[in-house]
């Protein structure tokens, strides 16, 4: 027997055989590392075949797949309404979000449901027990297990038979069949493709927590999220108390939701009303803020839209966004220029979303541009009004979605005017205690906010 080597790209995880500065699917350069892949006979031969055949697709059974709760709400709806059994799905975020803890309080949510094994590959079990002693996540059926070798985590899983798996984290665990380090290419692929395996053929739920690099995204080769099932996100500041959990990939169910989770010093707790969140602490009657409600899956949020606008110093003025695209952002301004007729060409725009929200949906131009308006004429925008609508090019307001749930919601709230745009078809169910105002562009709806 004789190891096989191949050269495997760091950004798209795609293989050649031999080494080139240039990758040949992506076109990035210099991101090809040699990595050991499998072992072949001395005849280039690759292992034995399985016993695997194929079967008619009207054969199958189409049995749902079989759910349960974790025990954290906001957990359940991102991964579509709970956990899948025999499911793969991988947790990556910023050193210090709260990967572990949020882990470890699944721990404790599971009891009666399953028994747990938790591999801890970064701290002993005694740092372990430290941190499940001040999250009250002390369960009976949770074995806890500090080792980084696969080989020894699957025997562990033999002997435990656990219908949960937690491992923290992948970058950590090897398999010594390879020679190359832990948290490369290849180690990180195979450890992965082996625990994928025991997913599916033995039942469990396997939970894997991935590091991030310098960029946000998970480390190690691409190809990691490709083989997992679901694919989670958790953002948020360390320095700030709120977190924000998104799907950016879920086989079982949709990719719209997030979920909104509060640090505490007991640990992450759900934040069932995030609207209520992201709004607190939100000045009145200053000028350039605005609210936009968008939706995030099928719920419908209120995020307070910030812009700043000063005239620039340099020649070419500057501009930046945190929470809208920027090149969405860069249009919203061309169009309050040229139709809405303020003259911002000559001022450095900041825009900002409070919360670490991204509203990438066009639900928000409306807010975005009477935000700008509202800093460039130095005119607060009502702290009881929010905007809902999608702006053109020409500067006319289109219509959105699920009109009627965003003005329950913005009712709800204690909102008392709405600016929307004019609606065609759709009928409008106005809650009680809403004044709605419907305009067809840019020019009505800020002659209907500054009015003086």
Not at 35 to 41: P, V
Not at 64 to 83: C, K, N, P, Q
Not at 425 to 431: A, F, G, W
Request: include cysteine; glycine fraction near 10%; aromatic fraction near 4%.
């Amino acid at each position: 027997m004789k190891a096989k080597t191949s050269f495997f790209c760091t950004e798209c995880g795609n293989e050649s055989v031999k080494w080139q500065g240039k990758c040949p699917a992506c076109g990035s350069w210099n991101t090809l590392v040699e990595q050991q892949t499998m072992k072949t006979d001395k005849k280039g031969g690759f292992q034995p075949k399985r016993n695997n055949k194929a079967v008619p697709l009207k054969d199958l059974s189409a049995d749902h797949e079989i759910r349960f709760s974790t025990g954290i709400s906001e957990l359940d709806r991102v991964l579509g309404g709970g956990a899948v059994k025999g499911s793969l799905v991988l947790v990556g975020g910023a050193p210090g979000v709260g990967k572990s803890t949020l882990l470890l309080q699944i721990c404790g949510s599971l009891d009666g449901i399953g028994s747990v094994l938790y591999v801890t590959g970064e701290e002993s079990c005694q740092q372990l027990k430290m941190r499940a002693d001040r999250l009250c996540s002390n369960n009976d059926s949770v074995f806890v297990i500090s080792e980084t070798n696969l080989n020894a985590v699957l025997d562990s899983v033999d002997d435990i038979k656990p219908e949960f798996l937690i491992i923290d984290s992948i970058q950590t665990i090897y398999n010594e069949e390879l020679t190359s380090a832990p948290g490369s290419v290849g180690q990180v692929k195979d450890c992965t493709m082996s625990l994928m395996r025991l997913a599916k053929e033995q039942g469990i739920t396997v939970f894997v927590i991935g590091h991030v690099n310098k960029e946000g995204a998970i480390a190690g080769p691409k190809v990691l999220e490709h083989m997992v099932d679901c694919v989670l996100y958790f953002e948020g500041s360390v320095s700030s108390g709120y977190r924000i959990l998104r799907a950016a990939k879920n086989r079982y169910g949709s990719t719209n939701e997030i979920g909104v989770f509060e640090m505490l010093n007991d640990g992450l707790q759900s934040v069932e009303n995030p609207s209520e969140m992201l709004l607190s602490g939100r000045p009145e009657n200053i000028p350039g803020t605005c609210v936009a409600c968008v939706l995030e899956g099928s719920r419908p949020i209120l995020a307070e839209v910030q812009a700043l606008l000063c005239p620039t110093s340099f020649n070419a003025a500057r501009r930046n966004s945190n929470g809208v695209d920027y090149n969405r952002a860069m249009l919203l301004l061309a169009v309050l220029e040229k139709i809405g007729g303020l003259r911002i060409g000559g001022c450095d725009a900041y825009i900002n979303v409070i919360g670490g929200l991204e509203l990438d949906e066009p639900a928000a131009d409306l807010a975005v541009i009477l935000a700008v308006a509202s800093s460039y004429l130095e005119k607060e925008v009502d702290s009881k009004l929010a905007a809902i609508g999608e702006v053109g090019l020409t500067g006319e307001l289109r219509a959105v979605s699920n009109l009627n749930q965003r003005l329950n919601e913005t009712a709800r709230l204690g909102f008392t005017k709405c600016i929307i745009p004019r609606q065609g078809r759709v009928r409008l169910q106005i809650p009680e205690g809403l004044e709605v105002v419907q305009v067809s562009n840019i020019s009505e709806a800020m002659r209907a906010v500054f009015r003086s």
